[in-house]
């Protein structure tokens, strides 16, 4: 498989704090990146997905100016949750492709996550 | 529209006993990738197994392996001799090709124990 670092994995800030969390790549570059939210007992929803050197693509209902994205490498994008809310609180994971296995492939391996709780 | 269903919404297994998720997908395309995920209580999604839709055997990897039935648009996973270790959530994901991105699309998993 392949490793994808999520940093940090649990933080607790308070409401109205902006909150960057990190992922990286740390054995293959990916051009592509997406990022998750979770609740609990629930599938993933696809926040965005982030692009090196260009803009994030935001899923419809998803606030740009709430989640921001940059993808400023080939190893490293992050997920800034600006003016933080009880109700952002939740589960964010997110995802690296690792192409060159054949276009038909293109597996998403996935960091292992960041709790954030907004109090 | 495309749709991953997983009707089983928790299972409960004897160890060393095979077990199967259950896995449907709705698309209309031609080409596509169907996933397994592995999410323990820790939180982290663990890649499994894939298969592509042009794909003529069935997809296996250690004791993982996918029942790839195309006609009835089925992709359940197999898993053999289950073990403790396996009690975790699963997500089946599909990946059509249409498009330009390598977008997944979950169904809502399934919530597997194993018991001693």
């Known amino acids: 498989g392949a490793v994808v670092s999520q940093h940090p994995s649990w933080v607790i800030c308070k409401s109205g704090t902006s909150v960057k969390i990190e992922c990286r790549s740390l054995d293959f570059q990916a051009t592509t990146m997406f990022w998750y939210r979770q609740f609990p007992k629930q599938s993933l929803m696809l926040m965005a997905t982030?692009?090196?050197?260009?803009?994030?693509?935001?899923e419809q209902g998803v606030e740009k100016d709430k989640f921001l994205i940059n993808h400023a490498s080939l190893t490293l994008s992050t997920l800034t949750v600006t003016s933080a809310h009880p109700e952002d609180s939740s589960f964010y994971i997110c995802?690296?492709?690792?192409?060159?296995?054949?276009?038909?492939?293109?597996?998403?391996?996935f960091g292992a996550g960041t709790r954030l709780s907004v109090l | 529209a495309q749709k991953i269903t997983q009707t089983q919404p928790g299972m409960f297994v004897q160890e060393k006993e095979a077990v199967t998720l259950d896995c449907t997908y709705d698309t209309s395309d031609q080409s596509y990738g169907l996933f397994w995920y592995k999410q323990p209580s820790s939180g982290e999604m663990i890649f499994l197994i894939y298969?592509?839709?042009?794909?003529?055997q069935n997809a296996t990897e250690g004791r993982y392996s996918l029942n790839f039935q195309k006609a009835r648009k089925s992709a359940n996973l197999v898993i053999s001799a289950s073990q403790l270790g396996d009690s975790a959530m699963y997500f089946c994901?599909?990946?059509?090709?249409?498009?330009?991105?390598?977008?997944?699309?979950f169904g809502t998993g399934t919530l597997l124990a194993v018991q001693p």
């Open positions: 995802s690296a492709v690792k192409g060159g296995q054949g276009l038909a492939k293109n597996i998403q391996y």
């Open positions: 298969q592509g839709s042009y794909d003529e």
């Open positions: 994901a599909m990946r059509t090709y249409g498009g330009a991105t390598n977008k997944l699309i």
């Open positions: 982030s692009n090196e050197g260009s803009k994030a693509t935001y």
